[in-house]
């Protein structure tokens, strides 16, 4: 994705669609906390149904920061709303994996705007933000909630 270091939704969505081409049915995506919302976002955009998603430590909301920078760069996402009605629709099926301590917070919070969204909810206990940070280099779970979609 470009400019990681600072992400923006124009860039990340467009780029995002650039890769993706024409989605259809058979078009899955696997995301990760920012990248959640990218996918999201692109959603919203197309009109074509796809197959679905999984979204790995997803969140409409973020709390604990650890910087002002972090803070600027997190803000036009969490203000900018997601319509979740137009995701449905082009959305059939997703699962959620989150932590139940994810140190950035608002796990219930983005459990229920997720659950809203239909996505089925798998809470991995004691995994933080589910990351290499957080020592996740390969997620097993993701793999098998994959091949249920």
Same mark, same amino acid.
């Given at each position: 994705?470009?400019?990681?270091?600072?992400?923006?939704?124009?860039?990340?969505?467009?780029?995002?669609?650039?890769?993706? #081409?024409?989605? %259809?049915?058979?078009? !899955?995506?696997? &995301?990760?906390?920012?990248?959640?919302?990218?996918?999201?976002? !692109?959603? /919203?955009?197309?009109?074509?149904?796809?197959?679905?998603?999984?979204?790995?430590?997803?969140?409409?909301?973020?709390?604990?920061?650890?910087?002002?920078?972090?803070?600027?760069?997190?803000?036009?996402?969490?203000?900018?709303?997601? %319509?979740?009605?137009?995701?449905?629709?082009?959305?059939?099926?997703?699962?959620?994996?989150?932590?139940?301590? %994810?140190?950035? #917070?608002?796990?219930? /919070?983005?459990?229920?705007?997720?659950?809203?969204? &239909?996505?089925?909810?798998?809470?991995?206990? #004691?995994? #933080?933000?589910?990351?290499?940070? !957080? &020592? !996740?280099?390969?997620?097993? /779970?993701?793999? /098998?909630?994959?091949?249920?979609?």
């Amino acid at each position: 994705m470009p400019k990681t270091n600072r992400p923006t939704i124009e860039a990340w969505v467009g780029h995002l669609r650039e890769l993706v #081409g024409t989605p %259809d049915k058979n078009t !899955y995506f696997i &995301g990760g906390s920012i990248g959640c919302q990218t996918i999201l976002r !692109y959603l /919203e955009t197309v009109s074509t149904p796809v197959g679905g998603a999984i979204f790995i430590a997803g969140w409409f909301d973020l709390k604990n920061m650890e910087s002002k920078e972090e803070e600027d760069i997190a803000e036009p996402w969490i203000k900018t709303p997601i %319509d979740i009605a137009k995701v449905k629709r082009v959305l059939p099926k997703s699962i959620l994996i989150i932590s139940d301590n %994810d140190p950035f #917070g608002a796990v219930e /919070e983005n459990k229920k705007k997720f659950a809203e969204l &239909g996505s089925k909810i798998l809470l991995m206990p #004691g995994a #933080g933000h589910i990351s290499g940070d !957080y &020592g !996740y280099t390969e997620l097993p /779970e993701a793999l /098998e909630e994959f091949k249920k979609l």
